[in-house]
Structure formats: C-alpha cells, structure tokens
C-alpha cells in the first residue's frame, strides 16, 4: 500500500459492478445484463434544455441549495404530495448518491448504527462505514420482503437511523403501504432517522408507488432524475424533510460537492414536465419477458419496481456461477456485492429486447448445466 494511502480508503472495496463494467469493454459483442441504467437516452426535450442552459450563459455555479426555478417546482411537488407536513423543505444535491453521503454525515455520529435490508445498494454500508457508523443489513431471504418485525428486532439503544429503499437495487421488490407504515411508525415512535431512497418510484409496474413520509412527517426523501429520465451522468437529485436537517446537509454540500451542475438543473426542470408513461409501460413488459422466461428453471421473487430481477443461482454459490456465464460472454452481477450471502445473482432487463432474449436463452441453457 502507498504510504500516503489512508485506512479510510484502504477500508473499501472497489465496486465489483464497476470490474463488471471494465470486463465488459474488453469482451467482443457480450450479452450485457449487468448495467443499472435505462437503456434509453434522455429525452430530447431535456437535451435541448441542457443546450439552451449552456449557450444562455448558465455555466457558473448554482446556489448551493440550487437555482430557484427548480427548487421552487419541486417545493410544489413535495407540497402537493405531502399537504399535512408543515416542515418539510427541499435542496437539489448532486445526485441521490450525494444525497445519500450528506445525510450519513449530518445525522450518522461514530458507534451510531444504521439498519438497511440485505440484499442492498452497494453504496449502503460503505457510506455508514466512512462516518464511523456501524452497518446493520437485517436479512430479508428468501422473498425480499420488508418484515417490520425483522426491522424492530434489530433496533437497539444505538440505533440512529433505518434507511429504506423501494423498489429496491439490487431485487426489484417493493414495499407494501402496512409494511411501510409500520416501518415509519417504529422510526417515530423510537426517534430514529428514517430515510427513503426512492430514486426508482417512477418505475412502479403493479400498484402506486407510496412513500413512508406519508406515515412519518419526519422522513428524509432523496429522489432525483437519474433513472427516471436516463440523466445518469448529469447528477441532478434531491432531497426534503425537516427544515433544519436539510440546512446541516446544505452546510456540508457547500464543503463538498458545492452544486449540482447549472446546466443540468436547468435541464431538470424541463424533465419535470416530461410524460414517463411509456418508458414504464415498456419497461413493465421486459420485466414480464425475463420473468415469464427465466421462472420455471429459476427461483426467483418477481419484482414490483426497479429494473433488476435477483435470482438464486442453479449451484451453491453465486460468484461461481457468474463466472461461468460471463466466460459465456454473459455480464450480470454476482449477488454477494449487494449481500452478505453468495447465492444470488443480479440480471438487469434495462436492455435492447434482443439482448433480453438472447440472455434468457443462455441462462437458460447455463441453469441445466
């Protein structure tokens, strides 16, 4: 190790996803399942904002807090989805990832815990570790289900925060509204942190998406446009809650990553005003083909939400196997980076149909070996 290294940084991992990635631009014509982005670009209309941004001039920083057409537009989103929460305000970050960091480092204290389900977001325990926090993943196999039962046997006198995610990276499960409710109701009734990644709500394929701030007035939301609108690289998210914690994640965001791009900001708001109806009805009926095409030699919870279908692998471990369908010239992901547990592997079905099908075939053909 490099002496100037820190533990810190010597601590992590890098991403297993991202050596997936780096695999797959030396492979020759793969069939690519790994990647946890939409397969379609950003609309047209919110490229042309982004130009119109930039030829306007609108390159300098942002306030740190984001410019106020944006923010104003999304105070009236939060307001009208939330009309009972009297304290609840709204930032853009830079990203939901830089949400996700800020709202560890304003409220996770060393020796705090933080409860999260396994499987999870590989950014989860890594971002409790770096402020010192303790990560509790409480496990949620076979189904993936959020268990409130599970959750409050977890909780001890440490305990500062649960992080919720639904739809949920890496398994496509949502949570029910009782499950949330109950969930949001423990937060409230400990005075725990409860905060909702719901960066994949726009991708809700059997029932409205529900959020537990609406059980929990409290709750910290981080959202934005990454999924939703293909704005991945962009890093334009947000977040709400209560007025005084968004001004401690405001005071770091202005040390640390200063603004979400202008340009993009800009962008945003057009985005806003953009009809997702299609991409979701499209991306329900992939969801249908791997599931429809994978369930009867597979186990697997099909998923409500998200873009991601989380199989249990046809041999004992799940790295294993996916070594073998990447010599195969097949990229997914191996489960045991989003889990304690190598059993699963992760298939995204954000793809060309003709990679979908091609996939499948394979698998297929891979689960009677």
């Known amino acids: ?8 940084a010597e601590s992590f991992d890098s991403s297993g996803i991202r050596r997936v990635f780096d695999l797959a631009a030396k492979l020759k014509d793969p069939i690519n399942l790994s990647i946890g982005q939409p397969d379609f670009d950003v609309p047209d209309e919110v490229k042309k904002a982004a130009i119109q941004a930039i030829e306007a001039g609108k390159n300098a920083y942002s306030p740190t807090q984001g410019i106020g057409p944006l923010r104003e537009r999304l105070q009236s989103q939060v307001a ?3 009309p009972d929460h009297d304290d609840r305000d709204v930032f853009v970050s830079s990203g939901t990832s830089g949400g996700l960091m800020l709202s560890m480092l304003s409220m996770i204290n060393p020796g705090d815990e933080v409860i999260y389900l396994d499987p999870f977001f590989v950014m989860y325990p890594a971002l ?3 402020c010192g926090g303790i990560p509790v993943p409480v496990d949620s196999y076979p189904d993936f289900r ?3 039962a599970k959750i409050e046997a977890a909780v001890t006198p440490r305990t500062k925060m649960i992080l919720l995610n639904s739809p949920a990276n890496p398994t496509g499960v949502t949570a029910t509204a009782a499950e949330l409710k109950q969930v949001a109701e423990l937060a409230a009734e400990k005075n725990i942190v409860l905060v909702s990644d719901e960066i994949y709500s726009n991708f809700h394929y059997d029932d409205e998406f529900v959020s537990p701030a609406l059980y929990n007035d409290q709750t910290i939301v981080i959202n934005g ?3 939703s609108h293909a704005m991945t690289g962009w890093r334009v998210g947000y977040v709400h809650g209560p007025t005084e914690v968004m001004a401690a994640m405001l005071k770091l965001q202005q040390y640390s990553f200063v603004c979400a791009p202008q340009p993009a900001q800009w962008a945003a708001i057009r985005a806003m005003e953009v009809s997702l109806d299609g991409y979701l009805d499209d991306y329900r009926r992939k969801r249908d083909l791997v599931v429809d095409g994978l369930s009867d030699c597979y186990e697997l919870a099909k998923p409500g939400g998200a873009f991601y279908v989380f199989p249990k692998a046809p041999v004992a471990s799940g790295a294993a196997f996916v070594e073998k369908a990447i010599s195969r010239g097949l990229l997914i992901i191996p489960g045991n980076i989003f889990s304690h547990r190598d059993s699963h592997f992760r298939i995204s079905f954000a793809a060309p149909d003709e990679t979908l099908h091609r996939g499948i075939e394979l698998l ?3 689960a009677k070996n």
């Open 1 to 8: 190790m490099h002496p100037w290294i820190s533990d810190r």
């Open 80 to 82: 009208e989805q939330y």
């Open 128 to 130: 409790v570790q770096m």
């Open 146 to 148: 959020l268990d409130p």
């Open 225 to 227: 446009f990454s999924k």
């Open 364 to 366: 297929r053909e891979l």
